[in-house]
Each structure stands twice: as structure tokens, then as C-alpha cells.
């Protein structure tokens, strides 16, 4: 009963809000995938349309598009991953006082995606719980790439700015 009260106070742990965080990007994905993917299905059949009509140069446009959204897609399924992971290792997080090497990729990842995705409230709130526990060097190194930084290159090569 005491949690429960905690957490409907304001007053939950931060493991316990960043396992509820997690959760919400998760369903924030899944909206927001939904979102892109109409896009891009949009964006798909404009180029079709175009390409019949002939204008090859304004197709060529909208194939931009579609490799953005088709990226951004991707971008998703990493960060919806990431997130079920951190859910899952929460505890882990919570007893470490560096991040622990079998979530670094999966936090700094975060923490970059972050830094790119401003769609994305959880996503941020995140980064800050992050960030207060891990220092603000190790977020730094995250977001600017530095060598070793642990960010899977997929996601800072398909996160839109």
C-alpha cells in the first residue's frame, strides 16, 4: 500500500519512474510509428503518381521523404527496444553507480535520441533521470559521439534532427 501511495504523491523512486517512463515512450512509439508510417505510405504512393505523370525531378523529392521516414521508422524500433530493455533492467540501473556496460549502448542511445527527437516528452524525461545518474560527461560524450560513447551507430545515422 505504501508505494502505491508514493507513487499517487509524486513521491515513487527513480527506479520506479524510470520503469513507468519507459512504458510510456513504449506506447508514444507506438503512436508515433503509426504517424510515420502513414507518411510514408504517402510519400510512397505520391512518388508513383509523379513518376506516372513524369515529373521525375519532383519524384526524386519525395524518395527523400520516404528514405526519412522509412529511417525514422528504424530510429523507432531501436529506441522502442532500448526502452523495453531499460524496463526490464531497471534494478540493474539502480544498484550501478557507473552505467553498467550491458546498457550502454541501450542508455546512450537514449540519451542521443533524446537530444534529437523534441516530439518525444518521455523520451526527455528519460534523459534527465539518465543524466543525473550517470553524470553529465557520460551524457555529453553521448550526444556529441565522442569515441567510445557507446551510441549504436544506427540510431545517430537514423535519428532525424
Do not use: W
Not at 527513480?14 to 506506447?27: E, F, G, Q, R, Y
Amino acid at each position: 500500500m505504501g508505494k502505491k501511495l508514493n507513487a499517487l504523491f509524486g513521491r515513487s523512486s527513480k527506479t520506479a519512474k524510470l520503469k513507468m517512463l519507459a512504458n510510456l515512450a513504449i506506447s508514444r512509439i507506438a503512436i508515433l510509428k503509426k504517424l510515420h508510417s502513414v507518411k510514408c505510405s504517402q510519400a510512397k504512393s505520391d512518388v508513383v503518381q509523379l513518376l506516372r505523370l513524369g515529373h521525375q525531378e519532383r519524384a526524386i523529392i519525395r524518395v527523400e521523404h520516404v528514405i526519412k521516414e522509412e529511417n525514422t521508422l528504424d530510429a523507432f524500433v531501436l529506441i522502442e527496444n532500448y526502452c523495453y530493455l531499460l524496463g526490464e533492467r531497471c534494478e540493474m540501473v539502480k544498484n550501478s553507480r557507473e552505467c553498467p556496460d550491458e546498457l550502454k549502448e541501450a542508455i546512450s542511445s537514449l540519451i542521443f535520441a533524446a537530444s534529437r527527437c523534441g516530439e518525444f516528452p518521455e523520451l526527455q524525461q528519460i534523459r534527465v533521470l539518465l543524466t543525473s545518474k550517470f553524470g553529465t560527461h557520460f551524457a555529453t560524450s553521448a550526444v556529441e559521439l565522442r569515441n567510445n560513447c557507446g551510441v549504436y551507430p544506427k540510431v545517430h545515422f537514423n535519428v532525424h534532427q
